[in-house]
Nanobody
Framework: QEQLVESGGGLVPSGGSLRLSCTVF????????IGWFRQAPGKEREGVSY????????AYSDSVKGRFTISTNDAGNTVYLEMNNLEPEDTAVYYC???????????????????WGQGTQVTVSS
């Protein structure tokens, strides 16, 4: 059964770093693209980053570009989101999701993602 499990969230001061993990079960990353999304209190969920191992492509939202890095492990079952220079505006619940579609131009469209994790809370204090 396909499943995604996030971990690594927590409370950090402004300027700090965290690494989120998204471990997938029931499929390998070669056959699915993974997106990271986040939802802040009172706001809509938004796309943060994307990776397609099969096509070796990544994408980032403008708000995190240069601060966040998405990557995978050698085993092909975990996606990482390295977050540096965190800001209070990064406070949100972070979700990873899997999609069989690998068109990078549509990575932000949440309807293309079939499976979602439960989310992990990231809080950045000012």
């Amino acid at each position: 059964q396909e499943q995604l499990v996030e971990s690594g969230g927590g409370l950090v001061p402004s300027g700090g770093s965290l690494r989120l993990s998204c471990t997938v079960f029931g499929f390998t990353l070669h056959y699915a693209a993974i997106g990271w999304f986040r939802q802040a209190p009172g706001k809509e969920r938004e796309g943060v980053s994307y990776i397609s191992v099969r096509f070796d492509v990544t994408a980032y939202s403008d708000s995190v570009k240069g601060r966040f890095t998405i990557s995978t492990n050698d085993a092909g079952n975990t996606v990482y989101l390295e977050m540096n220079n965190l800001e209070p505006e990064d406070t949100a619940v972070y979700y990873c999701a899997a999609s069989p579609h690998t068109d990078i131009s549509t990575w932000r469209y949440q309807g293309l993602y079939d499976y979602w994790g439960q989310g992990t809370q990231v809080t950045v204090s000012s």
